[in-house]
């Protein structure tokens, strides 16, 4: 699995485990 880091609509970041 690989940690994925992405951009939220609000300017976040949000950290994805999949």
Same mark, same amino acid.
């Given at each position: 699995?690989?940690?994925?880091?992405? !951009?939220? !609509?609000?300017?976040?970041? !949000?950290?994805?485990? !999949?």
């Amino acid at each position: 699995m690989l940690d994925i880091k992405t !951009e939220t !609509e609000t300017g976040g970041i !949000e950290d994805l485990q !999949e």
